[in-house]
Structure formats: structure tokens, C-alpha cells
């Protein structure tokens, strides 16, 4: 069930990608991103029960907060990094979020971080250089917005996981929703441009596919460990690049693809070697009573 959760999770931002990358930058970053957020409230009704009812404590408003910060600030960044690069090297480069869930977890989960683990990590960070290819291509800003939002919603991930397991799906999905249209208010009002109505309703099946995407991923963190979930993400690489090259023109870059597989092969590596060793903890060993 979590794999299932992820895929449609999947499809589910890979709509938002080609929304987002529609609109195009007729409504700044930070405008767009709030708008989004904003009218995905009207999903946050059947949701306002069920987050009173949780009686949630200091330390869980905290985390909720905290999340809703990193998001925020991602999530600029991502809307911006949409308007600069094309769709492919945006997936591409958002997966190395991963990455960093696997040092985080080991810095704050108390996860160990084995030799093979670290040694996949440096593959996959070899992988965003042959993205970026700095020297040999003008390394723009969207790219180092991408980076950044990389990072932000690794961090996102992991308090996500740890919200997942003490709280409904529905109380952490409202809880964002909550916090990030908070923090963006401020900075979207800073750069307000009017947006038309067609705008409106770009955003407006943005926020539905988000609020879907980030319900159903909370569901899969729920179902199987984040080393189950996340190597089913990568189809969204395949999915971007066809998007990119039939409906916005991209032409396929070899390097991102090239760039994108590696960062894949990695991460793939480090859930295969997870699922051995916690297989080896619950297999009895030979003289050990069957049950």
C-alpha cells in the first residue's frame, strides 16, 4: 500500500509540474506559491474536527511550525526554479532530496549511516554535478534554487515521517496547509502582481493536486518505511521529461537524463541495502526455534 500511495503521489505533482510550468512567470514565485496554498484551504474544512480533536502538545506545534517554515521557503524557491530551467533538470535535481533524507535521518533519526550509505550519497551528489556541470554551462539561479529547495523539503520529509507516526495523515496535511499559507502571506503581498481569472484557476488545479499529492504521500509514510516509498518518485523523472520535450518544447537533455539515472541508481542502492539488513534482523537464524 505504500508504494501504491506513492505512485499516485507521484502523478499527483507531476500535474502540479505541468501547471506550474504553464503559468510560467506571469505571477511571481512567492504570489503563485501563496495563491496555491490559499485556495487549497477550502480542502482544510473537513479537516478542522480532526485537528482540534488531536489536542496536539507544544513539541507537535513546534515540529508543525518548523515544517511549515522549510516548506515555505522551499517551496518559493521550487515555484522560482520552474520559470528558469526546464521541467527535467527541476525533477532531476529535486531528487536529491532523498539524498539528504538519508543523512538527516542519520543526524536526527538515529539511523546509522554505513560506508555503503555514505559512498551512495557521494555517487548521487557526482550525479547533480554532471546535472549542473558547473564550468562547462552557466549554472543559473534556478538551479541553485533547486538545491536549496532540495534541502528544504528533505527537511519537510523527515518531520513528516515523524508526525506520521503519532498523528492522523489528515492532521499533518491540514497542519501544513496552515503553516505555509501563513508564512507566505507576508512575502507574497510583498511582490503581489493582480492575477486573471485564468490564473486563478491554474492555481486553484495546482492546489488540488498538491493538497492530493501531499495527503496521499503522508498515507504511503504511514503504510512503509520511507526506504520502501521513495524509489517509486523516480518514475517522475520519465514523466517529466516526456512532458517537457511533447507539450513545452525541451529539448532532452542527455546529461540531466545521464545526471537524473545516477541519482536514482544511488538512492535505489541505499533502499536495497536497507531492505537486506532489516530482513537479516527479523530472519531467525539456523538454530533459532521456527515459529
Known amino acids: ?18 501547471l506550474v510550468k504553464y503559468l510560467g512567470p506571469r505571477v511571481p514565485a512567492a504570489e503563485a506559491a501563496f495563491l496555491r496554498y490559499l485556495l487549497g484551504l477550502v480542502f ?47 525533477t ?11 543523512i538527516g535521518a542519520a543526524l536526527f533519526l538515529g539511523e546509522k549511516l554505513a560506508t555503503r550509505r555514505i559512498l551512495a550519497v557521494v555517487v548521487a551528489l557526482v550525479g547533480a554535478l554532471i546535472i549542473l556541470r558547473p564550468g562547462f554551462r552557466e549554472v543559473n539561479s534556478g538551479h541553485m534554487a533547486m538545491l536549496f529547495t532540495a534541502v528544504m523539503f528533505a527537511v519537510g520529509y523527515l518531520i513528516a515521517k515523524v508526525m506520521s507516526d503519532e498523528v492522523s495523515p489528515v492532521v499533518v496535511v491540514g497542519m501544513l496547509s496552515i503553516t505555509v499559507t501563513i508564512g507566505l502571506a507576508p512575502v507574497a503581498a510583498a511582490v503581489w502582481v493582480t492575477p486573471t481569472l ?44 516526456l512532458l517537457g520535450w ?28 536497507e531492505a537486506v539488513l532489516k530482513r537479516r534482523q527479523v530472519t531467525p537464524t539456523v538454530n533459532a526455534t521456527k515459529v
Open 246 to 273: 511533447l507539450v513545452f518544447a525541451e529539448s532532452v537533455d542527455i546529461y540531466v537524463v545521464a545526471g537524473g539515472l545516477i541519482i536514482i541508481g544511488s538512492i535505489s542502492f541505499i533502499t536495497w541495502r
Open 92 to 102: 532531476a535535481m529535486n531528487y536529491l532530496s532523498p539524498v539528504y533524507v538519508t
Open 44 to 90: 482544510l474544512l473537513p479537516m478542522i474536527r480532526p485537528i482540534l480533536n488531536a489536542r496536539l502538545t507544544r513539541r507537535q506545534v513546534g515540529l508543525f511550525g518548523l515544517r511549515g517554515v522549510v516548506h515555505t521557503l522551499g517551496v518559493i524557491c521550487w515555484f522560482y526554479a520552474m520559470t528558469q530551467i526546464p521541467i527535467a533538470e527541476v
Open 198 to 241: 485564468g490564473d486563478l484557476l491554474i492555481l486553484f488545479g495546482v492546489a488540488c493536486f498538491a493538497t492530493a499529492g501531499h495527503f496521499t504521500m503522508t498515507l504511503a509514510f504511514a503504510a512503509a518505511p520511507i526506504t520502501v516509498t521513495q524509489p517509486v518518485t523516480f518514475l517522475q523523472l520519465v514523466w517529466a521529461v
Open 1 to 18: 500500500m505504500g508504494v501504491f500511495w506513492m505512485l499516485i503521489t507521484g502523478l499527483c505533482f507531476v500535474a502540479v509540474t505541468a
